[in-house]
């Protein structure tokens, strides 16, 4: 097996403190995400939105990597081949763990854009809706988040490595929202092994290949010892 491409989502980081979205008590049943999460909630009300990533990037800066996190690392660094990893996340606990080729495709926390010229610049821990962007001191800046009904980044590059890759592996995500929930599809459609880990089977079983139940912190590890192995 010469080149693995691995999606992560929410679930990776749950073991860390960070909140899944939509699991019993998750971000969305404590939020509306059209008010927090799309751009018209933004332009209704851009200080709602920073409370809420503001509370994100605070938890995200006070909770560390878990060890599925550092079995990644792991496999990035000990593999003999190419290891991509793909994150829906937005938290920077991959990179924090020691991976270093991590694609954002839903952007991070700890990135700030202004909506107005698009200069980009690492926020701060709570960013201030009247803080003028450093470029050109418009006060538009916004977390570098893709909200829903936005183009998520790295897509060109994403479908590329899916379509040349000798294993897709999805850890910790429901599957639920596109095109992240497409990848599977993707590799499929081009002879790509497909293996899910999630604490529960998320999708209908059959698209992946191979399913491990369990909590990332324990599955993780003990599938890259054995690709590693
Ligand atoms: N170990 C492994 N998997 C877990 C764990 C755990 N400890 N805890 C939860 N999970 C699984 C859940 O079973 C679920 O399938 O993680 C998944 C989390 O699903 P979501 O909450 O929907 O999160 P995610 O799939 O990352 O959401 C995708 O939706 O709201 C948008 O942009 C946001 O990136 C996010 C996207």
Known sequence: MKRIVILTGAGISAE???????????????????????PQGFARNPALVHDFYNARRANMLDAAP?????????????????????TQNVDDLHERAGSKNV??????????VCAACD????APRAMDPAAPCPACTAPRARPDIV??????????????ALARADLFVSIGTSGEVYPAAGFVDEARACGV????INLE????????????AGPATQAVPDWVAEVLA
């Open 103 to 112: 694609l954002h495709m839903h952007g991070a926390l700890s990135g700030a």
């Open 147 to 160: 909200w829903f009904g936005e183009m998520p980044f790295h897509m060109d590059e994403i479908g590329h």
């Open 119 to 122: 200069h980009r610049w690492p």
């Open 66 to 86: 878990n060890a599925a996190h550092a079995a990644l690392a792991r496999l990035e660094a000990e593999y003999p081949g190419e290891v991509l990893l793909v």
């Open 16 to 38: 860390s403190g960070l909140g899944t979205f939509r699991d019993v008590g998750g971000l969305w049943s404590q939020y509306d995400l059209e008010e927090v999460a799309t």
């Open 193 to 196: 092994e497909t293996l899910e």
């Open 201 to 212: 089977p998320s999708l209908v079983p059959g698209l992946f290949d191979r399913v491990i």
